[in-house]
């Protein structure tokens, strides 16, 4: 399978997961963005993509 059929389904699992298990993997990785201490503009909008992806509230911590 091509790299976009593998990602497509890897999103449309994503979907599938329970709420509480999404803001789980959300959290986790708002964990490892800040684990240094300093958080890139890249970092920023991977959050912030994460969040949108999961359908989570946004991250606002990382926004400002």
């Keep these: 399978a091509e790299a976009g059929e593998k990602a ?3 999103l449309a699992r994503l979907a599938l997961m329970p709420p ?8 986790a ?3 490892a963005i800040e684990a240094d201490g300093e958080v890139s503009d890249t970092e920023k909008l ?3 993509a994460v969040a ?10 990382l926004l400002l």
């Design 8 to 10: 497509d389904a890897a």
């Design 20 to 27: 509480t298990q999404k803001q789980k993997l959300l959290n």
């Design 29 to 31: 990785c708002l964990a």
């Design 46 to 48: 991977l959050g912030w």
């Design 52 to 61: 949108a992806i999961l359908g989570c509230p946004s991250p606002l911590p």
